[in-house]
């Protein structure tokens, strides 16, 4: 079976308001999330104690967290995520310089994984292609930022 590749989105400038802000579906998937989490608590007469059960069972109800893995080299990173049953079409790759956003769609479910990098990346050099139910992604990290020095001025 041959790879297909998954578009990627770059977003190269994240707003102020961080991966939220940058990426709003991920915002309705929190919502989603603190929605149904706010059901369990209702449907149990509003019981304090149980928020965190509430939370993860919330979680599993609205999302799946796919297993992955991560390896960095010295130049990049390479992320594999278990997508079993996904077509390509059904992917969504979101990067930003410091994380790369995994979504996607299976069963009425919504699939979603997050990576955070300790190096930024360089949001133009990342590529995602799924082959026999993994989406493997490679980032290459950005070049560091040299040093520059600024010419005194006398005034």
């Not at 579906?25 to 608590?41: C, N, T, W, Y």
């Not at 509003?46 to 993860?56: A, E, N, P, S």
């Not at 410091?98 to 919504?110: A, D, F, L, P, Q």
């Amino acid at each position: 079976m041959k790879a297909t590749a998954v578009p990627v989105k770059a977003v190269r400038n994240p707003p102020e308001g961080g991966v939220l802000a940058a990426f709003p579906e991920i915002g309705k998937l929190v919502h989603d999330i603190e929605k149904r989490a706010f059901e369990r608590f209702a449907s149990r007469g509003y019981g304090l104690g149980h928020d965190l059960d509430d939370w993860l069972a919330a979680e599993k109800d609205v999302a799946v967290v796919p297993a992955a893995g991560l390896v960095e080299t010295e130049s990049e990173y390479k992320v594999d995520v278990a997508v079993p049953g996904i077509p390509a079409d059904s992917l969504q790759v979101d990067v930003t310089p410091g994380c790369i956003v995994v979504e996607g769609e299976t069963s009425g479910r919504k699939l979603f994984r997050k990576f955070e990098f300790s190096a930024p990346i360089d949001v133009d050099e990342v590529t995602a292609r799924l082959a026999r139910g993994m989406l493997h992604i490679t980032a290459r990290k950005a070049a560091p930022e040299m040093p520059k020095r600024v010419k005194v001025a006398v005034a």
